[in-house]
Each structure stands twice: as structure tokens, then as C-alpha cells.
């Protein structure tokens, strides 16, 4: 059964596991990521129209691969980690009503509304 663990990042600092180094030093190694944190913290990917366009923003994977390049010139294998997928919303009411909010997100960027959409 998997498990969350919440608030991983404060709790390894209060427990001093948290520190900076040369990244020489994982030249050869392999190391686990928290996909999701790695990927929100990347400033370039951070689009105020990625929800409007699928959650995707435009140029992520150029961005990525970058990056990915960035580990195999160190020598470096990442693993990332996901936490899995979460369970959709079951009820159609719900359904419904996230149709409506992605064709007014739609309708508003169409209309020059940046900050309603």
C-alpha cells in the first residue's frame, strides 16, 4: 500500500538532511526525484495560461530535455518519483462543472480577460 509523505521537505530539514554540495559529487550516481516539485520549481515552466491550454505549458519538454541533458553530462541518472494518479471526479455534476470552467477560462482569454480566464 502506498503512503504519502507530507511535508517531506520540512521535515528533512528540522532534521538537518537538507545541505549543498558540489555537484561533482554525484558524478556516477543515481538519484531519486519528486517529479512533481522538480517540475513546479522550474521557473521558465511556470505559465499563467498552461490550465487554459491542457496543463501543459509551451516549450516544457524543450525546457526538460535540457535539463535531462544537464544529468547525462554529470553522469548523473535521475528517478522520478510520482506519487500516481488520482482518481478522477466520479460524479457527472462534477464533471459538468469543469467543462463550464474550461469554456469560460476559453471564452475569457478569447475576450482579452487575462486575469478572469
Known amino acids: 500500500q502506498a503512503m504519502r509523505v507530507r511535508h517531506l521537505q520540512s521535515h528533512l530539514a528540522d532534521q538537518q538532511l537538507v545541505g549543498t554540495g558540489q555537484l561533482e559529487a554525484l558524478r556516477g550516481t543515481r538519484i ?3 517529479a512533481v516539485y522538480w517540475l513546479r520549481s522550474i521557473q521558465a515552466l511556470k505559465d499563467p495560461f498552461a490550465d487554459a491550454l491542457g496543463g501543459v505549458p509551451p516549450g516544457m519538454f524543450g525546457f ?7 544529468f547525462r553530462r ?6 522520478f518519483v510520482f506519487q500516481g494518479m488520482a482518481s478522477g471526479p466520479q460524479h457527472s455534476m462534477f464533471i459538468s462543472r469543469m467543462d463550464q470552467q ?6 475569457h482569454l478569447a475576450q482579452g480577460q487575462m486575469n478572469e480566464a
Not at 554529470?74 to 528517478?79: F, K
Request: charged residues 25%; hydrophobic residues 45%; without cysteine.
Open 32 to 34: 531519486g526525484i519528486d
Open 64 to 70: 526538460v530535455d535540457k535539463e535531462l541533458e544537464f
Open 74 to 79: 554529470w553522469n548523473i541518472t535521475p528517478v
Open 102 to 107: 474550461m469554456e469560460q477560462a476559453w471564452t
